[in-house]
Every structure is written in C-alpha cells, then in structure tokens.
C-alpha cells in the first residue's frame, strides 16, 4: 500500500520560495505519476502539478506556470515542488497524490494515493 508524506510547508513572505517534498512508502513511485493539488479556504480541490512515471512529461495550470517547478528523485522515491515567486493566492493547504493512470490529467478520481497535506501561507 502506497503512502505518501508531504513536507517543507510553511509560512513565507510574498515573492519568496518554498520546496515542497512528497516522499513514498510502502511502494516505489517510479510506479506511478504524481500530481500536486492545493486547496484554499472555502475553494475546491486544483491541481497545480503533474509529473508522469519517468519524469518525462509536466502539467501545470496557468496560474503557476513559470513558478512552480515538479520533479521527481525515483531513487529516494520522493518528488518535489519547487514554488518560487510566491503569491498571497498560493496559501493553501497542498496535497500530493499518485496515479497509476498514464492519463496526463488533473482528474482527481484518477489519484488512488494521497497524503495527509501540509500547510503553505503567503503573507505580505
């Protein structure tokens, strides 16, 4: 059974930077692609990464292109987000998640693993 831990949350000043981890257990995640998802107060779940099982193909939405950057270390079966440029919009709590779907996709029902989440705070 695939668990997933996120760490490297935190509270950061605008424009500043934060590198997420999401480190694997139980499984090796070279199996799998993984998806970083946030979720602000009363807004809905949105992917703002995706990495495919080789660490050949990235997703990211409009909003963060160009600052935030995934990648993935399959020998210490961890992947990262590097979040540069922050924004007062990026507070949210971040989740990662892993799909065994080859499907380049958001779609949260194609993640069957995700982790607990961790907290990011943006403030002026």
């Known amino acids: 059974q695939l668990q997933l831990v996120e760490s490297g949350g935190g509270l950061v000043q605008t424009g500043g930077s934060l590198r997420l981890a999401c480190a694997a257990h139980g499984s090796t995640i070279d199996n799998y692609a993984v998806a970083w998802f946030r979720q602000a107060p009363g807004k809905g779940r949105e992917g703002v990464s995706r990495?495919?099982?080789?660490?050949?193909?990235?997703l990211y939405p409009d909003s963060v292109k160009g600052r935030f950057t995934i990648s993935r270390d399959n020998a210490k079966n961890t992947v990262y987000l590097q979040m540069n440029n922050l924004k007062l919009e990026d507070t949210a709590v971040y989740y990662c998640a892993a799909s065994r779907s080859y499907t380049i996709t958001f779609s949260m029902g194609d993640y069957g693993s995700w982790g607990q989440g961790i907290q990011v705070t943006v403030s002026s």
């Open positions: 990495i495919d099982h080789s660490g050949g193909v990235t």
